[in-house]
C-alpha cells in the first residue's frame, strides 16, 4: 500500500501543465513572458513556431485577421498536436464579443501553456490585460508595455480605450 501512494503522486505530476522554458524561447517580435504559461508577442516566423513548442506552448492564440497573418501557422501548430485559434480581431474595431471569444477560450485552457500573439503584440497584450484583469483581478498596465506611451498610445488609438473602459464597466 505504500508504494501506491508515491505512485500516484508521479502519475499526477504527468497531468500538470509543465512552465515554458524561458530559456528555450526563440526572439519573438515584443515577446513578454506574463507568468510560467502564459506568453504575449508579436508575430512570429514560422521557424519560430516549433522552437516556441519546444519551450513548451501547447495553446497558439492568434488575433490577427487571417488576410494579415502567417501563413499555415494553423498547420504548424496542429502538426505539433497543440491547439491553435484565431480570433480575428479587427484594429479599428475591436470587440466585446472578441474579447469574450478570447476569455472562453483561455479559461478552456486555464492549465495550459498559452501564446497569445498578434502583429506587434498591441492587440495580444491588451488582451491578456484584460483577461487578467477580469478573471484574476490584475490591474497591471505593464502588460501592456509594447504600446510605449499607453497613455499617448490609447488617445492615438482611441477604440481600444473604449475596449478597455467598457470591459471594465462590465466588472463593476
Known amino acids: 500500500m505504500k508504494l501506491l501512494i508515491p505512485l500516484a503522486l508521479v502519475a499526477f505530476s504527468f497531468t500538470a501543465s509543465a512552465a515554458i522554458d524561458s530559456t528555450q524561447l526563440p526572439p519573438v517580435k515584443a515577446l513578454q513572458q506574463h507568468n510560467a504559461s502564459l506568453l504575449s ?20 492564440i492568434d488575433l490577427i485577421p487571417v488576410a494579415n497573418g502567417l501563413e499555415n ?17 479587427d484594429w479599428n474595431n475591436p470587440t466585446k464579443a472578441n ?24 492587440r495580444a497584450s491588451a488582451f491578456v490585460y484584460l483577461y487578467q484583469l477580469t478573471e484574476h483581478g490584475e490591474d497591471d ?10 497613455q499617448q498610445s490609447l488617445a492615438k488609438y482611441p477604440q481600444w480605450q473604449e475596449l478597455i473602459d467598457s470591459v471594465k464597466a462590465d466588472i463593476n
Open 99 to 122: 474579447f469574450e471569444q478570447f476569455r472562453q477560450i483561455m479559461k478552456q485552457h486555464n492549465a495550459a501553456d498559452v501564446l497569445v500573439h498578434c502583429q506587434a503584440n498591441y
Open 141 to 150: 498596465l505593464t502588460i501592456m508595455a509594447p504600446w510605449g506611451d499607453l
Open 73 to 89: 501557422e494553423a498547420q504548424l501548430v496542429h502538426q505539433a498536436d497543440k491547439n491553435y485559434y484565431q480570433i480575428e480581431v
Open 41 to 60: 508577442a508579436g508575430l512570429p516566423q514560422a521557424a519560430e513556431i516549433p522552437q516556441l513548442i519546444a519551450a513548451g506552448v501547447d495553446v497558439v
